[in-house]
């Protein structure tokens, strides 16, 4: 299952699958089925099972996927008729990690870390495929950091690292832009990743069915066609399963909460000389069975 949030025609963005070449709309073909089906106000309870928000959709648990796994007849427009939306855009909790990558550490100078260094991004930093990345006033080293994210499917409160995954619902692609004049003004990293735009999301969320294995992934950055970088998840200091265990007691993490898992090597700051973005840069990711999400350069 891959699970976007689309919109035709200006209309407010809706959640749907992702199926080949077309989109399905999940509440209009739940509407449908149940309504074949003799079900009294079934737009009303395709409403409350199906909602147009990624998160509630999420919260639903296994009520909303028994629904929709009963679906079976689809309502679907053309993908290329559609805008899609980030797949998730109010995360409960948008959780990042840093320096997630032997091979990341060693560019950057730092050593490996003993414990997950984790930071936050806000919810007015997620933007859309396809929508600018706007460099903030006075930031002159605008980087790209393509990351594996993880979204949360249940509540987890300190479980193991065996039991991890059965949280998980999905993955997607998250570029943690970072605005590195900013970042390095303290020791707290925050001040150059919270700008808004700073976190292109998307472009679906592909359920653990798609990604059996998160940790034999390969994700590479492109910007204005040129390879930037290229690593793997196989080389994470910290994988998928000890982040969700180990978040999880720090916290309680719940459906829709998003964790950007750190970048591979080959960030701009790590280059000899640096390289950093412009206004008119393309920069676009790519994560083995999770799409491509690009997204232009804009001064703010």
């Avoid at 639903?60 to 805008?83: F, H, K, L, M, Y």
């Avoid at 294995?213 to 290229?230: C, I, R, S, W, Y």
């Avoid at 690593?231 to 007691?249: A, E, H, M, P």
Wanted: proline letters at 8%; charged letters at 20%; hydrophobic letters at 40%.
């Amino acid at each position: 299952m891959k699970l976007v949030r689309y919109s035709t025609n200006g209309q407010s963005p809706r959640v749907g699958l992702l199926q080949g070449d077309r989109i399905a709309d999940v509440q209009s073909s739940l509407a449908a089925s149940l309504s074949r089906r003799g079900v009294v106000r079934a737009q009303e309870l395709a409403a409350a099972l199906a909602p147009q928000s990624t998160r509630a959709f999420l919260e639903g648990g296994a009520a909303t996927q028994d629904a929709v796994a009963g679906i079976t007849e689809w309502v679907t427009v053309p993908a290329n008729s559609a805008r899609l939306h980030a797949p998730i855009h109010d995360p409960g909790k948008f959780i990042c990690i840093g320096l997630n990558y032997s091979d990341h550490a060693a560019e950057t100078n730092n050593p490996i870390p003993k414990e997950p260094p984790i930071f936050a991004k806000w919810n007015n930093a997620i933007i859309d495929p396809g929508e600018p990345i706007l460099r903030p006033r006075g930031s002159k080293q605008l980087d790209w950091e393509v990351e594996l994210g993880v979204v949360i499917g249940k509540p987890a409160r300190y479980v193991s690292k065996e039991q991890a995954l059965d949280y998980v619902w999905g993955y997607t692609i998250i570029n943690d832009a970072s605005a590195r004049d900013f970042q390095f003004l303290t020791t707290q990293w925050m001040a150059g990743k919270i700008f808004e735009t700073a976190a292109p999301v998307g472009p679906y969320i592909a359920d653990r069915s798609e990604v059996p294995d998160p940790h034999v992934l390969e994700l590479k950055t492109f910007v204005n066609g040129k390879q930037m970088q290229a690593g793997n998840t196989k080389t994470f200091i910290f994988d998928v399963r000890y982040l969700v265990s180990y978040l999880s007691g720090l916290m309680t993490l719940m459906p829709g909460d998003l964790i950007a898992t750190g970048t591979p090597p080959g960030v701009g700051l790590g280059k000899k000389p640096p390289v950093f973005m412009n206004p008119g840069d393309v920069c676009r990711l790519e994560i083995t069975g999770l799409g491509t999400l690009e997204n232009p350069v804009k001064d703010a």
